[in-house]
């Protein structure tokens, strides 16, 4: 109900947002409401009045890939690449909304998005006493029921086998080689 009579208070007076603090007011009023997806707008808002302070109040949205470069590069220094490439795709999806429906010519972000992709964290490896004691400590573990059972067996045949997660949870029985070991 929240979410219906906010945008229509916006449909019945849009006049009312004046200002970028009013706007920002709103778009959290209306994410306390239960319109979460609003906070994507308050970025896209936050870049806008970014962009304008540092262009003296005038936003071209076919600026040099340079200058959208700067303003992601000075956001480097508090956020993860990630973030900022979430950013990135929030702006190029509202230039190329302007492309489309104002028929303005926009600048692409594309390449700046490369720039900032999510960085890789390498994974820890446990030296040969760890993954020993970490085995040990797999098949000592009580398993109450299906669920106990099913987490156990998937790390030891993770940790076995090598295999990732991901196959291991669509390994079928059917999948399963039987060899004539006996033992």
Known sequence: RQKTLNYLLLQENHL?????????????????NGLASIKILGNILQMLESLLTLHNDRFAPNM???EFLAYFHSLSQKLKNSTISKYIIYLDMFLRYMGE?????????????????????????????????????????KANNL????DRLIMLIVSYT??????VWNLRYSDIAKDNFSG
């Open 16 to 32: 009312c947002l004046s200002s970028f603090h009013i706007i920002h007011k709103w778009i959290n009023h209306c994410a306390r």
């Open 64 to 66: 040099s890939e340079e």
């Open 101 to 141: 429906n104002l028929n303005i010519k926009v600048c692409c972000l594309k390449s700046i998005r490369k720039k900032f992709a999510k960085e890789r964290i390498l994974p820890s490896f446990l030296n040969q006493s760890q993954f020993r004691e970490f085995i040990d400590f797999t098949k000592s573990m």
């Open 147 to 150: 669920a106990n059972k099913r």
């Open 162 to 167: 090598g295999m990732r997660t991901k196959e």
